[in-house]
């Protein structure tokens, strides 16, 4: 900005030379009176025209046709840098090299002067005669004949204008830099009759706006004319502040040409005040449409959902904010909707993830148009939308009742086919909602309560919508604080694991489940059939489940060198979160080297949920360990929607029959002949299979009967302290006390 200030910024090169011819007249009256007599008074005596001269303001001078100077006067003395005219007529011998820096100069000067009789505003750059400094100077001459007509001599004036033609080059300069710098250079000025006037505009400017009126430097009310709407006020405030606070003068906005196309500026401009109170900014304006383009593309990537265009978690959670600022002014009810579809999972799975995508999309459209205009649908994750009602009213009971057609409203839209890829899809909502007012209740908690009540819509019936209430909240508290205990419990090894032993139809103990133990401080042992899947919820479940398996196989190694013990098998659960880690075969594999482990004793037990959270990789994964020797056992079949045809491309080992199955057979005969069919099935493929919760000889004698070779259960004994299934697999085998592991053996294998 500092270049742009006190340049003459309206002067141009053939405009300043028009201008400074004026200029000669005015302020030099006096000289151009005598100057309109030399063309008669050539003739003058050279005392006569020094008298005259004397004490003009521009020098005066004669000089001979060869280039010397005849008579100065006191101004030319000086402008040549001497003190006497004598000093200057004898140090000057030939104007032509001495004088001009161009030395063709004093030809051209004398050409003209000999076609015209006068030469007027002869610009050149001379030499101040003395000190040899370099500095410009305007002339007007003219050849004085005699009464013949014969050249006498030159006879001139001349002006010093080195300032002049200094701030000329800087002009010119400018000029050619303002045209290469993107965008455009100006001063504006707003005078303290609140009039915009712009004295300098460059090209650039015109540019950006697409043209501009001719009498815009006059009138630059119209370049604000031409701001967006709704970016005056702020454009208008930042020139204010600017002014009256003489700071930086900064603004971004949008202006609409006259074209229609509109484009995103940024002005910067430093203030300066005029002597009359007016405030003149110098400063650049610059194109920043597509900084603002790319600017709001990362925003809609951080703030939009790619696949539904809805406003993502993020934008949901900075809307909500303001919405509840808003209700606490205005204090007005809203409510939110927690909207989970039913059975989206199995359509996912069974269809795929593109026909997925397509049913999320065509949601997204339905919910749009079911929201009323001003509410926020937005994509909360996977199947999940959050619905912000606003402006409810004051009365909570209206409140109410209006939140709960809305929901309905929504509930039903989505409750009606879909047209997905040729093939017609059905899905409902589950919905949860919760109605709010100011900020009683803080974002998260909204969302939980509403989360809550999606929950209690779900188990009862699905497809419904519930509205939240204290008691709902309860169970999810009691998670929330048994999560966190739990995490305490893995920090700091609070866990335990115990051994259940599997025997053979003699009773042979063959193998042992390991089985996770929580021995709470407050709350004494807690089931993990309850811990596991508040652990899988929280995400605790991957630390858990290491820990588990980390302790079994420092177990497996040291069976290893144990006789009594290097051929019983230990069946370790593995939840399907764990095995779908992609370094988890790696891992293992590595593991089982380092420890030295036989992998025959290792059976991983699976449940079918491992294939409903595959990603493609299971059969891979199942197929490298069990080429290592590891074996498999899909636990708790029956229980789930597999089908034994389904899980033939798995290579499982041994399937256990799920404990209600067994807890039935005696009483109910269905249960008895579905047991037998899958130890027939399973016999037939070649799996073996384990029956669990064998509590009665009864049951025991059934399933032997039935063929069953391997059963776990109360009946031969409950999940044991490691160190207590080693010395009865000690006894069993009637091996010898050395032989069995203590407790130290395995912390040191740990270790
Ligand atoms: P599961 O893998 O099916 O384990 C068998 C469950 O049946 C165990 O319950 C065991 O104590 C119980 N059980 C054994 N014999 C009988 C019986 O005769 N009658 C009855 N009613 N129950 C019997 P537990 O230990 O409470 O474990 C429950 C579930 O928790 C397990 O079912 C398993 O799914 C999970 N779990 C246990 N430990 C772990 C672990 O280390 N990791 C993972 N991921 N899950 C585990
Ligand atoms: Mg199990
Ligand atoms: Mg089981």
């Known amino acids: 900005m500092g270049a742009v200030s006190g340049v003459p910024v309206t002067l141009d090169w053939p405009n300043f030379w028009a201008g400074f011819a004026v200029c000669f007249v005015v302020t030099g009256a006096l000289w151009t009176l005598a100057a309109m007599h030399f063309h008669r008074i050539g003739f003058w005596s050279n005392r006569r025209f020094k008298y005259m001269t004397k004490h003009f303001a521009d020098g005066v001078y004669r000089s001979s046709l060869d280039g010397r100077q005849i008579c100065a006067n006191p101004a030319l ?35 003209i002067l000999k076609r015209d009789g006068v030469v007027e505003d002869f610009v050149s750059e001379i030499y101040r005669h003395k000190t040899r400094e370099r500095i410009w100077i305007t002339e007007n001459a003219r050849l004085i004949r005699d009464k013949k007509g014969r050249p006498l001599f030159y006879q001139g004036s001349v002006r010093e204008v080195t300032d002049t033609v200094r701030r000329l080059e800087i002009e010119e300069r400018f000029t050619r830099f303002s045209e290469q710098v993107p965008g455009g250079l100006f001063q504006v000025k707003w005078g303290s009759d609140g009039t915009f006037t712009s004295p300098y505009l460059s090209q650039g400017v015109s540019e950006l706006f697409g043209g501009l009126p001719e009498d815009v430097q006059a009138d630059s009310s119209c370049l604000f004319r031409m701001i967006h709407p709704d970016d005056y006020s702020a454009y208008l405030k930042s020139a204010i502040d600017s002014a009256r606070n003489q700071t930086t003068w900064h603004s971004e906005f949008r202006i609409v ?7 995103w500026l940024s002005v910067n401009g430093t203030p300066e005040i005029e002597p009359d109170g007016s405030c003149i900014w110098h400063g650049f304006v610059t194109d920043i449409t597509e900084r603002k383009r790319s600017e709001d593309k990362i925003a809609n990537l951080a703030f939009y959902d790619p696949l539904t265009s809805l406003p993502n978690r993020r934008k949901l959670l900075e809307e909500l904010e303001h919405t509840l600022a808003k209700s606490c002014v205005g204090e007005t009810h809203g409510a939110l909707l927690f909207l989970d579809l039913d059975n989206f999972k199995s359509l996912n799975d069974s269809k795929g993830h593109a026909v997925g995508d397509e049913l999320l999309s065509a949601v997204a459209e339905r919910l749009k148009e079911s929201v009323r205009e001003g509410d926020l649908v937005s994509r909360f994750g996977g199947d999940e939308f959050v619905i912000v009602l606003k402006d409810l009213g004051q009365k909570p009971d209206a409140a ?89 419990a893995v920090q700091h090894d609070h866990l335990d694991l115990h051994f259940q032993k599997q025997v053979d139809q003699d009773g042979r103990i063959v193998g042992a489940e390991a089985l996770l133990r929580w021995h709470h401080p407050d709350h ?25 398996l980390r302790r079994s196989l420092s177990v497996l190694s040291k069976w290893r060198r144990i006789p009594h013990l290097c051929d019983v098998k230990l069946s370790v659960n593995i939840s399907p979160r764990q095995f779908n880690q992609q370094n988890f075969v790696p891992r293992l594999l590595e593991d089982i080297r380092t420890l030295n482990i036989n992998p025959e004793q290792l059976v991983i037990e699976l449940t079918e949920h491992v294939m409903a959270d595959d990603n493609g990789g299971t059969a891979e994964k199942m197929m490298h360990l ?47 002949a579905i047991v037998r069919t899958i130890i027939a099935m399973a016999e037939s493929l070649g799996i073996t299979t384990v029956a669990e919760w064998v509590e009665t000889e009864a049951q025991r004698q059934f399933l032997s009967d039935e063929g069953c070779p391997v059963m776990q259960g109360y009946l031969f004994g409950t999940a044991i302290p490691i160190s207590a299934f080693e010395t009865l697999v000690a006894a069993t085998r009637g091996a010898s006390a050395q032989q069995s592991v203590t407790d130290q053996d395995l912390q040191a294998v740990s270790a």
Do not use: C
């Open 257 to 263: 040409r006259r074209n229609g196309s509109k484009r």
């Open 400 to 488: 109410q009742r209006l939140a709960e057609s809305l929901a309905e409203r929504f509930r039903a839209a989505i409750d009606q086919p879909f047209a997905l890829s040729g093939s017609t899809f059905h899905t409902s909502p589950s919905i949860g909602s919760v109605l709010f007012k100011g900020k009683e209740q803080s974002v998260d908690e909204l969302l939980q309560q509403a989360d809550s009540a999606m929950y209690v819509a779900k188990a009862q019936g699905r497809n419904t919508v519930r509205f939240y209430n204290a008691a709902m909240q309860e169970p999810l508290e009691e998670e929330l604080t048994l999560s966190s205990a739990l995490r305490d």
């Open 77 to 111: 003395v000086k402008l040549n840098g001497y003190d006497t005219e004598a000093e200057l007529l004898s140090a000057v011998e030939d104007i032509a090299v001495e004088w001009y820096v161009d030395p063709n100069r004093r030809q051209e000067f004398k050409d």
């Open 626 to 672: 069990k080429q290592e020797g590891v074996g498999f056992s899909l636990d708790d079949f029956g229980t789930g929607y597999s089908s034994l045809a389904q899980l033939k491309g798995l290579p499982f080992d041994e399937l256990k029959i799920d404990g209600s199955f067994v807890r039935d057979i005696e009483a109910n005969e269905s249960d008895r």
């Open 524 to 548: 004494g042992p807690i089931s993990p059939a309850r811990f596991i899947p508040i652990a899988e919820k929280s995400g605790l479940i991957l630390k858990v489940n290491d820990w588990v």
